[in-house]
């Protein structure tokens, strides 16, 4: 894919501004391609491609689940995990309004809203991950060990193969 004239997003000024070390890696978006679509075209394990999903607690309340692209989050026992009665997707235009991301682009880094970040445990045991930088079509690639670094997510285990 051709790389944009101007790459800098509100996700790589966050990272830059924290001294975060990353590479940035384009492909072909496709609507609905998922996780998967980045990890085919990048030639990486989709268990790397790290999505970055928007949900809102029972009162609407909204957090962010950074999980592995190959899996799917256990909505049920993430509530648990993290002290909510109930957690589900956030719609759309919501998860917009949250992140100041369009969906297929969202980054956990310099979202609009302040919002507690959980992680899947096991995203530590990569070497390395590739995130949404903010823009649908654009991953940026940093150490596991960065995001903990930076955002101090809430570790859990709420993994469900795809």
Same mark, same amino acid.
């Given at each position: 894919?051709?790389?944009p004239s101007h790459s800098e997003t509100p996700a790589t000024q966050f990272l830059r501004k924290h001294g975060v070390a990353f590479g940035e890696n384009y492909y072909d978006y496709v609507e609905h391609g998922g996780a998967e679509r980045g990890a085919d !075209?990048?030639?990486v394990p989709g268990?790397?491609?790290v999505k970055t999903l928007?949900?809102?607690d029972e009162r609407g309340a909204p957090l962010v689940v950074l999980m592995h692209g190959d899996c799917k989050v256990s909505t049920k026992n993430l509530a648990r995990q993290a002290g909510r009665k109930r957690v589900e997707p956030c719609r759309p235009e919501v998860a917009q309004r949250h992140?100041?991301?369009q969906v297929g682009g969202t980054s956990p880094f310099g979202t609009r809203k302040a919002m507690p970040v959980y992680m !899947?445990?096991?995203i530590l045991d990569l070497p390395r991950v590739y995130l949404n930088g903010g823009r649908r079509g654009y991953l940026l690639c940093?150490?596991?060990d960065e995001i903990v670094r930076v955002l101090a997510p809430q570790l859990v285990e709420v993994a469900l193969e795809d």
């Open positions: 894919m051709k790389r !075209q990048l030639g268990s790397e491609v928007v949900m809102e992140s100041g991301y !899947q445990r096991s940093l150490a596991p």
